[in-house]
């Protein structure tokens, strides 16, 4: 049992013919209509929906900050989520994020040969 965050992320899209001198200039006008809201996207334009979910994790298991966390997300290019479950696995209480960052490479490079 477990709590979890599923986000729905919707997609609306609609073709807009538009007369102009230049490729910039179609572009222009069709953004500016756009953010004056004179074109608004509704229902008749969806198109798709995607759905995500991330098991959601209790703040107070790592003892890293937030900006220790972000530079690990940072340093390994992996999700939030991915990078707190290797910090909670290869934590051993010593050292920094890098550190744990560091056992967690060394392994992963082992395990590669």
Do not use: Q
């Not at 979890?4 to 069709?30: F, G, M, P, Q, Y």
């Not at 756009?34 to 074109?39: G, N, P, Q, S």
């Not at 996207?41 to 966390?69: M, V």
Request: proline content about 1%; aromatic content about 8%.
């Amino acid at each position: 049992m477990g709590k979890w965050t599923v986000t729905i992320v919707e997609t609306l899209a609609r073709k807009i013919k538009v007369d102009a001198e230049s490729r910039n200039e179609a572009l222009d006008n069709v953004r500016t209509r756009y953010e004056a809201a004179e074109i608004v996207l509704d229902a008749d334009d969806f198109c798709g929906a995607t759905f995500n979910i991330e098991r959601e994790i209790a703040p107070t298991s790592l003892r890293f900050t937030e900006d220790e966390i972000a530079h690990a997300i940072s340093r390994i290019g992996l999700s939030r989520d991915e990078v707190l479950n290797i910090l909670r696995e290869w934590d051993r209480g010593i050292g920094d994020v890098d550190d744990v960052l560091d056992a967690w490479f060394d392994t992963a490079e082992n395990d590669d040969t």
